[in-house]
């Protein structure tokens, strides 16, 4: 299996980030040009982790997308469904809580978190809708979640041209990089799949998130949408 396909078989999905856990997180800085160390802050202040609270931390990787709210004096979960990624953040950071775990069935009960989040994760999970639910399963009355995801760049020209870079030039830089160059052709296909920003929002209003809305990043490459799940 060289790259996953789009029909997102979990077990393919958490193959291909096996193999490039080493260099991922030195990849998407050189792939974002840097930008991802900015999307991060704008994640952190929109989760606003305050000390206390309790953050569940999806498709947390190697665990630097954690640390802000560590910072900001939460508890963090960092949970993923790829045991190499967890294995190398475990490395780095032995003290932090990894735990392995499928989106579509957390190992968490109701109303543990007062914040969930996830970055760039949410389209390699085989049913986004079984996921928003259970996010919101596992978040308190009152509490939020915040996703982070690739988006559709919203001035044309640009987007043009987001879209060559997506399926010409990432593959040809990742190859330079990354150990498993073939996983991020499957990572910029799955991008121009993805939902638009009032789509996305419409599937978290659909599992039950109130309050929803989003703020769009580098010109809608990226788009933050945050939720909150209703008070009993």
């Known amino acids: 299996m060289s790259r996953a ?22 990849t998407n800085d050189v792939l974002t040009a840097g930008q991802a160390r900015l999307w991060r802050r704008a994640v952190a202040a929109a989760v606003d982790a305050r000390p206390g609270e309790k953050v569940l931390d999806l498709a947390a990787g190697t665990g630097t997308s954690s640390l802000p709210f560590v910072e900001g004096g939460a508890f963090t979960v960092p949970c993923d469904f790829s045991l190499g990624m967890l294995r190398k953040g475990k490395e780095r950071h032995p003290w932090m809580p990894f735990t392995a775990g499928d989106a579509t069935r957390l190992p968490f009960a109701d109303g543990t978190f007062d914040a969930v989040t996830i970055s760039y994760g949410l389209r390699n999970i085989s049913d986004m809708d079984a996921a928003l639910a259970e996010m919101r399963r ?59 920003q009032p789509q996305l929002a419409a599937r978290l209003q659909q599992a039950g998130w109130t ?10 490459i990226v788009a933050l949408h945050r939720g909150f799940r209703p008070k009993d």
Not at 162 to 184: E, H, T
């Open 5 to 26: 396909s789009l029909d997102k078989q979990p077990h393919e999905v958490a193959a291909m980030f096996d193999d490039v856990a080493d260099k991922y997180d030195l």
């Open 138 to 196: 596992v978040t308190r009355p009152g509490g939020r979640v915040v996703i982070c995801e690739f988006s559709e760049p919203t001035w044309a020209p640009f987007r043009t041209v987001y879209m060559q870079y997506l399926m010409r030039a990432l593959p040809s830089i990742a190859r330079q990089v990354s150990s498993n160059p073939d996983a991020y052709v499957y990572l910029a296909e799955s991008i121009r799949e993805w939902p638009n």
């Open 211 to 220: 309050k929803v809305a989003w703020r769009n990043l580098t010109g809608g």
